[in-house]
């Protein structure tokens, strides 16, 4: 399964969102110039992959911050939906498995660990925004 999501790519670079690490990006690069030592890495990005990369909107500015009563909301709706989806066979137990826990869990169950789930994301978000300022 690939889990990675593309921001943008070209012939020789691929910058993207890994499904399982919300709080970065990455960017590969073919045939790129790079040095590494002892905690540090450099690599030379020419400029029409910087060019390309830099017009594309940022993942992180185009999330809503959800108060803890919309996050409460969403969880309740999001679980009661999978959970009819999945009794009638219209996606499989594994999906929201992530932030929910197993289709199979107790709805409260769910609920709590996407509750927790979407809360510790909107603290990584508030973090990172911090740090970009």
Known sequence: MNTKSTI???????????????GSVYLELE???WEYS???VMIRIPDYIW?????RPSPLG????????EIEKYCREFVAQRIEDVKAAKIAGLFGCLAF???DDPVETQVEY????????RK???????KIK
């Open 8 to 22: 943008c790519s070209g012939d020789n670079f691929h910058f993207y969102n890994e499904g399982f690490d919300e």
């Open 114 to 121: 996407g509750i927790a789930y979407y809360k510790e994301r």
């Open 101 to 103: 826990g197993s289709v």
């Open 124 to 130: 990584k978000i508030e973090e990172s925004k911090a």
């Open 62 to 69: 185009n999330e809503k911050v959800l108060t803890d009563e």
């Open 38 to 40: 002892a905690g540090r």
């Open 31 to 33: 045939e790129a110039e």
């Open 51 to 55: 060019e390309t990369i830099r017009k």
